[in-house]
């Protein structure tokens, strides 16, 4: 009978063990980290000459121009929002190089000449 207990204990370790370091794992992948795109000007080029923005995630603004500036209201990582002309449009971040606006506009990001 005491065989039996031992062995049961050491089982519970065992597996108390295992999702303790299966915890440690997924926490350390970055699946939970609040990472922050980065900014910076996104153009499309679809247009001659190409419409160029500003987007500055960190600060939650959305630049068209110097006159047209609106606040952007952060939906999760990945969607934001913004009122424009009395409604509002969504942007999607496809990746760090890609956003597109519910109004059907795809802008890529500019790059930086070194």
């Known amino acids: 009978m005491q065989n039996f207990h031992l062995s049961n204990t050491s089982s519970l370790i065992f ?3 295992k ?3 299966f915890v440690l794992l ?3 992948c970055g699946l939970f980290e609040k990472k922050i795109p980065p900014g910076g000007e996104f153009c499309n ?3 001659k000459p190409p419409e160029c923005i500003n987007v500055d995630f960190k600060e939650l603004k959305i630049n068209f121009s110097e006159e047209e500036k609106y606040p952007l209201t952060m939906i999760n990582r990945v969607q934001y929002s913004f009122n424009r002309n009395d409604s509002i449009i969504n942007l999607d971040l496809h990746s760090e190089n890609r956003i597109q606006l519910s109004d059907g ?3 890529l990001r500019r790059k930086v000449k070194r």
Do not use: A, N, R
Request: charged share 15%; hydrophobic share 65%.
């Open 26 to 28: 997924i926490g350390s």
């Open 19 to 21: 999702v303790f370091v």
């Open 15 to 17: 597996k108390i063990v």
């Open 45 to 47: 080029v679809l247009v």
């Open 105 to 107: 506009k795809f802008y």
